[in-house]
């Protein structure tokens, strides 16, 4: 009886400090930190350089034209081929692959309607200028402005669909059409918005103060939290509720693409972008206002964007390895040594380097990475599109 | 806020310059000077955020009481040697009232704006310091 009691008494002192211990002290500059992630979702993506944007009949367009392989050259290709529902919206392999292996990485397109510049290097402004790039990409869908425009003139559906989305019958000339059917495209994936995970019930609670509900949270995710808000200064660049600033970094990734040959990275992406008759500077940009244009309009050429690619965001990055714009890295375990260990020779900076070797311990890098899939959840199933125009 | 009643009390003890216009609309925004100019500004939207494209609106004074030319607006993080992604292009109101678009700290922390300005042949330049949160 006796020894009994004093279990539970021993159970009792050992409890109490446990249960204390399952939040960290969080300071009230780290829970102003922590809050800049969130909320989320966000409110619905908006884009006043497409007229569509946010229809649903113009989202339902989209949706039919993503999974249509007729919009390229062999019939034979789809955006779905690559960017896959199943797969978290990218194809699961280091570098895209279409006739031939490409050089770059397919990006998940969770949360892409939040951009404001488009692919690794930031060569398209919008989403629906970005959505034309595949299409007539002789290594990618191979397709062209007549084949798009001929299919949405002469499939019945999408002839219907468009009619419904823009309003007017599809005669327009074939860039137009081309042009359209992008940004029936963009419209479908800016609606691809990541669900809540178990980071943002933890941030939310943290904000409002609820410690019972914060404490729910891992004690490695939050040591990883605070390393990433901290002393890895990964919130410089992966910044908001979607953890990128979405703009461009040199985090000291090789940008070899063949011995010889380099990916000049954000320097090619500004170049690709001023010679596109499909920027916002052009005459397919529905946004009078001229609000939508304003960083084409002032984007500023550096030397520094030589190897400089676009910060990723990190919502759902446990779930689509591999990573960085090569497929370099396999696993989030990877990413992670990458920054305990870069070589500083890699990191062009004349000021207090943003990246920096971090000399991680083995549990540091494990609350890194428990953090980072914290930042994962299950979308819930997706249906089946329902017909254009039944 | 002392600092900037501090500042217009030197500013209507000094008649000579009494004619520059500080009213910027929406309150008066931050004012700096040197010798030779006095510069009202204030970003639009008055919120500066990461990432977000802003403005900043200047009216731009000479000691002599006539208006200033704006010639560039530029901004850097000191501590990181890197200046914006963009590059800021200015448009005259007259008057000395000048605004420039199209600038983006798309990053927290300090960032140091330079505000490069001329009434004669020599340009002179004026900073200012944002934190951004």
Same mark, same amino acid.
Request: net charge negative.
């Given at each position: ?31 102003? =930190? ?35 392989? &007729? ?10 081929? !690559? ?48 959505? +034309? ?15 798009? #425009?001929?299919? =949405? ?83 410089? !660049? ?31 992406? +500004? ?38 690619? &676009?910060?990723?965001? =990190? &919502? ?43 000399? =991680? #311990? ?11 899939? #914290? ?16 | ?133």
């Amino acid at each position: 009886m006796r020894t009994a009691l004093l279990a539970a008494a021993l159970l009792a002192a050992l409890a109490a400090p446990a249960a204390a211990q399952r939040l960290l002290d969080w300071s009230e500059a780290e829970v102003a =930190l922590v809050g800049q992630h969130g909320p989320w979702p966000l409110p619905p993506a908006r884009d006043a350089s497409n007229r569509i944007s946010g229809t649903p009949v113009g989202i339902a367009l989209g949706e039919h034209l993503f999974n249509d392989a &007729r919009l390229s050259g062999d019939g034979l290709m789809s955006c779905a081929t !690559c960017h896959q529902a199943g797969r978290d919206w990218s194809d699961g392999r280091a570098r895209g692959r279409a006739r031939v292996d490409l050089d770059r990485r397919t990006p998940s397109l969770w949360n892409v309607g939040y951009l404001h510049w488009f692919g690794w290097t930031g060569a398209g402004d919008s989403l629906w200028a970005q959505s +034309i790039r595949p299409i007539l990409d002789p290594l990618e869908m191979a397709g062209s402005r007549e084949r798009a #425009s001929r299919l =949405l003139r002469e499939d019945k559906d999408l002839a219907c669909g468009y009619e419904r989305a823009f309003g007017t019958k599809p005669d327009g000339d074939d860039e137009r059409l081309l042009v359209d059917a992008a940004k029936a495209l963009a419209a479908f994936q800016a609606t691809l918005v990541s669900p809540r995970t178990r980071f943002d019930d933890f941030r939310d609670a943290l904000v409002a103060g609820d410690r019972e509900a914060a404490a729910r949270y891992g004690l490695s995710e939050q040591r990883g939290l605070k390393l990433f808000i901290g002393e890895g200064n990964c919130n410089a !660049c992966h910044f908001g509720p979607r953890f990128t600033n979405g703009e461009f970094g040199d985090i000291g990734i090789a940008f070899f693409v063949r011995p010889g040959e380099v990916d000049s990275g954000r320097l090619g992406g +500004i170049a690709t972008l001023a010679a596109s008759p499909f920027n916002l500077l052009g005459r397919y940009n529905d946004d009078p206002s001229g609000i939508s244009a304003r960083r084409t309009r002032h984007v500023r050429h550096l030397h520094s964007n030589f190897g400089e690619f &676009r910060v990723p965001g =990190l &919502r759902q990055v446990g779930r689509s390895a591999a990573y960085m714009h090569n497929g370099g890295f396999a696993t989030l375990e990877d990413v992670v040594r990458h920054y305990s260990e870069v070589s500083p020779d890699r990191l062009h900076s004349d000021g207090t380097p943003l990246v920096r070797p971090l000399g =991680l #311990s083995a549990q540091q890098s494990t609350d890194l990475v428990a953090f980072l899939r #914290s930042l994962d959840a299950d979308p819930p199933p997706r249906p089946a599109p329902s017909p254009l125009c039944p | 806020m002392r600092l900037l009643a501090a500042l217009f009390a030197f500013f209507f003890a000094n008649a000579a310059w009494a004619d520059c216009p500080l009213d910027l609309g929406r309150g008066t925004g931050l004012v700096i000077f040197s010798d030779h100019y006095m510069i009202a500004f204030r970003p639009d939207p008055l919120r500066i955020e990461v990432g977000e494209p802003f403005a900043l609106l200047f009216n731009v004074c000479t000691k002599s009481g006539s208006a200033g030319e704006l010639v560039a607006v530029d901004a850097q993080m000191p501590e990181h040697k890197h200046t914006m992604n963009y590059h800021p292009s200015i448009v005259s109101k007259g008057d000395g009232r000048f605004r420039a678009e199209g600038l983006v700290f798309h990053m927290a922390g300090h960032w140091e704006i330079s505000i490069d300005v001329r009434a004669g042949e020599e340009i002179e330049r004026l900073t200012h310091d944002y934190y951004i949160k």
